[in-house]
Protein backbone atom coordinates (compact mmCIF):
# COMPACT_ATOMS: atom_id res chain seq x y z
CA UNK A 1 0.00 0.00 0.00
CA UNK A 2 2.98 2.59 0.54
CA UNK A 3 3.89 4.39 -2.47
CA UNK A 4 6.95 6.37 -2.78
CA UNK A 5 7.69 8.96 -6.10
CA UNK A 6 10.98 10.36 -6.80
CA UNK A 7 10.69 13.91 -8.04
CA UNK A 8 13.40 16.71 -9.43
CA UNK A 9 15.49 17.82 -12.77
CA UNK A 10 16.21 14.90 -14.86
CA UNK A 11 19.80 17.36 -16.22
CA UNK A 12 22.26 18.55 -14.36
CA UNK A 13 25.45 20.37 -15.30
CA UNK A 14 28.98 19.84 -13.54
CA UNK A 15 29.70 21.16 -10.72
CA UNK A 16 25.91 22.13 -9.65
CA UNK A 17 23.77 20.38 -6.90
CA UNK A 18 21.40 17.32 -7.70
CA UNK A 19 18.15 17.97 -5.70
CA UNK A 20 15.56 14.85 -5.79
CA UNK A 21 12.81 14.78 -3.58
CA UNK A 22 10.90 11.48 -2.66
CA UNK A 23 7.05 11.96 -2.20
CA UNK A 24 6.19 9.10 0.49
CA UNK A 25 1.98 7.94 0.55
CA UNK A 26 0.35 5.59 2.31
CA UNK A 27 2.37 5.74 5.80
CA UNK A 28 4.60 8.06 7.35
CA UNK A 29 8.03 8.61 7.56
CA UNK A 30 7.93 9.03 11.61
CA UNK A 31 6.43 5.84 11.82
CA UNK A 32 8.47 3.07 14.12
CA UNK A 33 10.88 1.21 12.31
CA UNK A 34 10.95 2.93 9.02
CA UNK A 35 14.01 3.62 7.24
CA UNK A 36 14.22 5.71 4.21
CA UNK A 37 16.84 4.96 1.42
CA UNK A 38 18.38 6.82 -1.82
CA UNK A 39 19.92 4.29 -4.32
CA UNK A 40 21.44 4.87 -7.25
CA UNK A 41 22.63 2.52 -10.42
CA UNK A 42 24.70 3.96 -12.97
CA UNK A 43 24.41 2.73 -16.63
CA UNK A 44 25.40 -0.89 -16.69
CA UNK A 45 26.29 -0.82 -13.18
CA UNK A 46 24.66 -2.48 -10.08
CA UNK A 47 22.90 -0.66 -7.49
CA UNK A 48 25.24 1.23 -5.01
CA UNK A 49 23.50 2.44 -1.96
CA UNK A 50 24.16 6.18 -1.14
CA UNK A 51 22.45 7.12 2.09
CA UNK A 52 19.39 6.79 4.70
CA UNK A 53 17.36 8.71 6.91
CA UNK A 54 15.44 6.89 9.87
CA UNK A 55 12.09 7.47 11.41
CA UNK A 56 13.87 9.58 14.24
CA UNK A 57 15.75 11.27 11.66
CA UNK A 58 19.04 9.77 11.87
CA UNK A 59 21.29 9.29 9.05
CA UNK A 60 24.02 7.53 7.70
CA UNK A 61 26.08 7.89 4.36
CA UNK A 62 28.04 5.72 2.41
CA UNK A 63 32.04 6.76 3.40
CA UNK A 64 32.34 7.51 -0.38
CA UNK A 65 29.76 9.76 -0.98
CA UNK A 66 29.07 11.16 2.04
CA UNK A 67 31.45 14.67 1.81
CA UNK A 68 28.98 15.60 -0.92
CA UNK A 69 25.43 14.02 -0.05
CA UNK A 70 22.87 15.09 2.42
CA UNK A 71 20.02 13.60 3.60
CA UNK A 72 16.89 15.46 4.99
CA UNK A 73 13.05 15.30 5.41
CA UNK A 74 9.94 16.96 5.81
CA UNK A 75 8.08 15.57 8.50
CA UNK A 76 4.89 17.79 7.55
CA UNK A 77 4.45 17.03 3.54
CA UNK A 78 5.81 13.57 4.65
CA UNK A 79 8.66 13.94 2.10
CA UNK A 80 12.84 13.05 2.29
CA UNK A 81 15.46 14.60 0.06
CA UNK A 82 19.02 14.05 -1.52
CA UNK A 83 21.31 16.58 -2.03
CA UNK A 84 24.44 15.95 -4.09
CA UNK A 85 27.37 18.31 -4.77
CA UNK A 86 29.56 19.10 -7.07
CA UNK A 87 28.21 16.25 -9.26
CA UNK A 88 30.28 15.23 -12.50
CA UNK A 89 29.30 12.61 -15.37
CA UNK A 90 30.35 9.74 -13.69
CA UNK A 91 26.61 10.71 -11.40
CA UNK A 92 24.69 9.77 -14.28
CA UNK A 93 22.40 7.32 -12.88
CA UNK A 94 18.79 6.01 -11.99
CA UNK A 95 18.18 7.12 -8.92
CA UNK A 96 15.40 5.37 -6.10
CA UNK A 97 14.49 6.16 -2.87
CA UNK A 98 13.12 2.97 -1.24
CA UNK A 99 11.72 2.08 2.40
CA UNK A 100 12.96 -0.52 4.43
CA UNK A 101 12.07 -2.35 7.99
CA UNK A 102 15.57 -2.54 8.85
CA UNK A 103 18.90 -0.71 9.33
CA UNK A 104 21.47 -2.17 6.41
CA UNK A 105 24.21 0.23 6.28
CA UNK A 106 26.42 0.58 3.00
CA UNK A 107 23.74 -2.34 1.50
CA UNK A 108 20.30 -1.64 -0.83
CA UNK A 109 17.60 -2.98 0.99
CA UNK A 110 15.64 -6.23 -0.01
CA UNK A 111 13.83 -6.35 -3.26
CA UNK A 112 10.91 -6.98 -1.56
CA UNK A 113 10.97 -3.71 0.06
CA UNK A 114 9.11 -0.62 -1.18
CA UNK A 115 10.81 1.13 -4.20
CA UNK A 116 9.79 3.85 -6.31
CA UNK A 117 10.04 3.87 -9.39
CA UNK A 118 13.14 5.20 -9.85
CA UNK A 119 13.85 8.69 -12.29
CA UNK A 120 16.68 9.07 -14.22
CA UNK A 121 19.61 11.89 -13.90
CA UNK A 122 22.01 13.23 -16.60
CA UNK A 123 24.65 15.12 -16.17
CA UNK A 124 26.03 16.35 -19.00
CA UNK A 125 28.01 20.02 -20.21
Known amino acids: QVQLQESGPGLAKPSQTLALTCTVSGDSITTANNHWNWIRQPPGKGLEWMGV???????YYSPSLKSRTFISRDTSKNQFSLQLRSVTPEDTAVYYC?????????????????WGQGTQVTVSS
Open 98 to 114: VRSDELRLGIPPRKESD
Open 53 to 59: ISYDGST
